[in-house]
Nanobody, 124 residues
């Protein structure tokens, strides 16, 4: 398993930007062997997929609502994953979770390890 710790959440104005970070600590296995993703959960809603990135960062995936505005990246040398959020809207208000997968997918069930989450609140 891999331990994940998110940071960077906070209050942001609508139309603004925020960068989330996820620090990974992998034991017995290289961080670069994990498919990484970001999910979010708004109050009263189910956890939903936001973005994912392949092992070496060559392939990325996004949910339609954030395409063109959010960007996921990773730095395997630093065991870090990032989510750059631009032009945010109040609908982006949620707890954002970093997750690691031993396979490939965009559903919650595809991911084995989860961070504790970081709150992002977008004010209108």
């Amino acid at each position: 398993q891999v331990q994940l710790v998110e940071s960077g959440g906070g209050l942001v104005q609508a139309g603004g930007s925020r960068r989330l970070s996820c620090a990974a600590s992998a034991s017995g296995r290289s961080f670069s062997s994990y498919f990484m993703g970001w999910f979010r959960q708004a109050p009263g809603k189910e956890r939903e997929f936001v973005a994912a990135i392949s092992w070496r960062g060559r392939s990325t995936h996004y949910t339609n609502s954030v395409k063109g505005r959010f960007s996921i990246s990773r730095d395997n040398a630093k065991n870090m994953v990032y989510l750059e959020m631009n032009s945010v809207t109040p609908e982006a208000t949620a707890v954002y979770y970093c997750a690691a997968s031993s396979t490939v997918g965009t559903s919650v069930d595809d991911f084995d390890s989860w961070g504790q989450g970081t709150q992002v609140t977008v004010s209108s």
